[in-house]
């Protein structure tokens, strides 16, 4: 793969990784913080045995309230080879995991593909692409295939907001175009005997406090652009102000369970199905340490 002038997402900012990390913090090797089993994803998707997640470093977005903040802004991690990569994937499947759920792997999506080619036959569980939706539809294409499950946010729907919490004015008419990329490629929801999803798209919208117009935008948006039950929608309630929120007063605080009530309302309203939190769930456990487990 030649990393020189990258345009792999939506920020096209044509870095030679091979000199200097890009816009996302990616370089030219993968690099990866964490790689283990994780409870905490919807229940279709973490099982009883869990997600196979594997968190990649950097992200090409850049959410000033972002948890994950440590490996994506900071770019924390531990390069390794695409073989490597190869390995920890088998391993998580022998581990029970669900799935493999790649997470923020977009800066590195050349190799992960080199990897998933390298164990081809031999993973037999459904492979997830985690992002925040800020995506690029010639990238999302070159993944055709190799992707059983989407689980992409939609975050915004109005520029302003975009720009001012994610420096992304683009965000909502590249999401999208991203969002109808993935359901094109891989459907309506399937899922086995036990309920665990094994193709399909879950789209994720994080409620924002004072941010309620958004939401109902976003909410709309998708109970038109999508046919009934097509794809599943997880509404979700545990924003808790870190890193940069601060810097905004009107998200320096959770959501207040009448604002994720009126949300969780209005998205029933319009027919939207899948997982909506209990605002309680509000907990650390959502945000694993980043300590290079299974790197
Ligand atoms: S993936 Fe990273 S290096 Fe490539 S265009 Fe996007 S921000 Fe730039």
Not at 45 to 67: D, E, M, P, R, Y
Not at 172 to 193: C, H, I, R, Y
């Amino acid at each position: 793969m030649d990393f020189s002038g990258c345009s792999l997402c939506p920020r096209e900012c044509k870095a030679d990784r091979t000199k200097h990390n890009g816009f996302c913090g990616g370089g030219d090797k993968i690099k990866i913080a964490r790689a283990a089993l994780h409870f905490w994803e919807e229940p279709c998707i973490s099982g009883k045995n869990g997600s196979g997640t594997v968190f990649f470093s950097g992200c090409q977005l850049k959410c000033c309230f972002c948890q994950n903040y440590k490996i994506s802004e900071e770019a924390f991690g531990k390069e390794i080879s695409t073989d490597r990569l190869s390995k920890i994937f088998l391993e998580l499947q022998e581990k029970g995991a669900h799935n493999i759920n790649l997470v923020s792997a977009t800066p590195y999506l050349p190799l992960v593909i080199n990897a998933l080619d390298n164990i081809n036959g031999r993973l037999h569980i459904p492979v997830v692409f985690n992002s925040g939706g800020y995506e690029s539809v010639d990238t999302l294409k070159t993944l055709k295939g190799y992707i059983d499950i989407y689980l992409p946010d939609m975050k915004y729907l109005n520029p302003d907001i975009a720009e001012k919490y994610s420096s992304a004015r683009d965000y909502p008419d590249v999401a999208k175009k991203a969002l109808d990329e993935m359901f094109s490629q891989v459907g309506t929801p399937v899922f086995d005997n036990d309920g665990i999803m094994q193709r399909g798209m879950i789209i994720r919208h994080l409620a924002l406090p004072n941010n309620l117009d958004d939401t109902y935008s976003v909410l709309k948006y998708i109970s038109e652009r999508f046919p009934d039950n097509s794809v599943l929608l997880s509404l979700m309630s545990q924003y808790t102000p870190c890193h940069k929120a601060f810097l905004h007063k009107e998200i320096s605080r959770r959501i207040s369970t009448l604002e994720y009530e009126k949300a969780v309302d209005y998205a029933l309203s319009l027919g939207l199905k899948g997982f909506m939190q209990e605002r309680s769930s509000a907990k650390e456990e959502y945000t694993p340490p980043f300590d290079l487990e299974g790197v």
